[in-house]
């Protein structure tokens, strides 16, 4: 098929995406540019793959989980299905187009260390999202780390889930060597940042031998001495062949942060089963700010204060750049608090009010009223893309013994991911009951999380009734 692929340009796609020019392809799969088929359509990379009994819906579901994940260095699916050239049954995926890739600067030249580093960050960043959501890249490659409007993204058509199979029949040295006996890993996805690295610095992988990518047991590759440290260790650490020995994604943060061992000794959980033309911008450009106005809440007074304006009416803008993220261990979480006496809860009101009880930074105590408080925790990498204030209420609804039952969103912010650490944040509090007439009673809170550089600040609210 590949020698076929120019054939269909010029053809348009559900009436949304022309097939403007051709960028590559296999024998299975080809790329083509969209410029759009409408007037204003965004630029869009489309990918056809033939479509088979055997293939057809395993792909489309791998596409439907990767199109809801979010991240802003994960590159966003635009729109994925099935159509039908001349005769021809293909599946069809949209993305966002990327102007450069790795691939087409390492040829080239190779990159110098803070390039390398403002690389690894984004990258680190993403993996660490993707695992922890159960899910592997499972296809890290030089032309899989992209540049879209000068910001380094990771392509998305080929995530998958941890512990299956990876749906690609040809393999080569950027797969580890488990590859032929064991489903998809996170320890996979570390392989592949050490022969990313590898390559990065000396234009070439290390030798890996047929046998080892069947598996046998070998001594690990070779690490090439030019490269410099503190990268030499994290390659070496990655290019374990076997995978319990590989650093996770949070080591080989915890290194490139401090040149140091990381605190952390855990290794990867694997499961055996059977079986440049302009230069890469985004590798020197460190941060490219990217303003959005978003509705947001804003309410003032203390603990003994009036009640303020009901969030409805109060609103506040926020930018929020989407630059170079990093992956860094996480914090511990803060210690649980002596419960408060129930007398502290509010006494219910004949009319509907907002009684305010404090605003706090992530180390002030918490307030009378609220037994655990729990914060959210992004990355040091995901605060660095935040300019201002990134602002989430959230109103929970707490049982008669003071557990959250339901967390629902006032004001979502710009930002899914900051978002989602909010809304599984206020999930996990727990509140003093609220009392009427001597007995315990349900009642409603509402959380206003304020993000910045410098931290993550709460405003508990308790509504009375």
Same mark, same amino acid.
């Given at each position: ?14 009436? +949304?995406?022309?097939?403007? &020019?051709?960028?590559? #392809? ?20 489309? +990918? ?10 395993? &792909? ?46 390492? $040829? ?19 993996? !660490? ?6 899910? %592997? ?15 380094? +993204? ?25 590859? =032929? ?77 401090? #040149?140091?061992? !990381? ?11 059977? *079986?440049?033309?302009? #230069? ?13 106005? %978003? ?11 009036? *009640?303020?304006? *009901? ?25 649980? $608090? ?8 509010? /006494?219910?009101?004949? +009319? ?8 706090? *930074?992530? @180390?002030? /105590? ?35 013994? #003071?557990?959250? @039952? ?18 599984? =944040? ?36 308790? %509504? !009375?009734?």
């Amino acid at each position: 098929m590949a020698k076929n692929w120019e054939q269909w340009r010029g053809q348009v796609i559900q009436g +949304k995406f022309r097939l403007d &020019q051709y960028l590559g #392809g296999s024998d299975r799969a080809a790329v083509f540019l969209s410029e759009g088929a409408q007037p204003g359509a965004q630029k869009a990379a489309v +990918k056809l793959v033939l479509a088979t009994p055997a293939n057809a819906d395993a &792909q489309l579901l791998r596409w439907k989980q990767a199109a809801n994940l979010s991240h802003p260095h994960l590159m966003r699916i635009l729109e994925f299905g099935r159509c039908d050239l001349k005769g021809a049954n293909l599946l069809y995926l949209a993305t966002e187009y990327a102007d450069e890739s790795l691939a087409q600067i390492l $040829p080239q030249r190779p990159l110098a260390p803070s390039e390398a580093q403002e690389m690894l960050r984004p990258v680190l960043d993403v993996l !660490a999202y993707l695992h922890k959501a159960g899910f %592997v890249h499972g296809h890290l490659r030089p032309s899989n780390v992209q540049a879209v409007s000068d910001q380094l +993204k990771l392509s998305s058509d080929g995530i998958v889930k941890i512990n299956e199979p990876s749906g690609r029949a040809k393999r080569d040295s950027y797969d580890p060597p488990e590859t =032929a006996t064991m489903m998809t890993s996170p320890a996979g996805d570390v392989w592949s940042v050490g022969m990313l690295l590898c390559e990065a610095f000396t234009q070439q992988l290390p030798p890996v031998s047929s046998a080892a990518i069947d598996n046998s047991r070998l001594e690990d590759p070779a690490v090439p001495a030019s490269i410099p440290e503190p990268f030499q260790e994290i390659v070496r650490n990655c290019l374990r062949s076997d995978p319990r020995r590989r650093w996770t994604v949070e080591r080989i943060d915890g290194w490139l942060q401090s #040149g140091l061992p !990381a605190a952390s000794t855990d290794t990867i959980p694997v499961t055996r089963e059977p *079986s440049a033309k302009r #230069g890469f911008l985004i590798l020197i450009v460190a941060v490219i700010v990217i303003v959005a106005i %978003v509705a947001g809440i804003e309410m003032r007074g203390s603990h003994n204060g009036p *009640s303020s304006d *009901s969030p409805a009416q109060a609103s506040s803008q926020v930018q929020e750049s989407q630059t170079q993220s990093q992956s860094v261990p996480q914090p511990a979480p803060q210690p649980e $608090p002596a419960r408060q006496p129930a007398s502290a809860a509010a /006494s219910p009101s004949p +009319k509907p009010k907002t009684e305010r009880v404090s605003r706090r *930074s992530d @180390t002030a /105590s918490v307030p009378a009223g609220i037994v655990r408080q729990v914060m959210p925790e992004p990355s040091k990498g995901a605060r660095n893309t935040v300019h201002g204030k990134i602002r989430i209420a959230v109103k929970v609804a707490v049982d008669s013994s #003071g557990n959250v @039952t339901d967390v629902t969103f006032v004001s979502s912010g710009p930002s899914k991911y900051f978002a989602r650490l909010a809304h599984d =944040a206020a999930q996990q509090w727990k509140f003093a009951p609220a009392q009427m007439d001597g007995q315990n009673i349900a009642s409603e809170w509402l959380l206003k999380f304020a993000f910045s550089r410098k931290g993550t600040e709460v405003s508990p609210s308790r %509504v !009375a009734r």
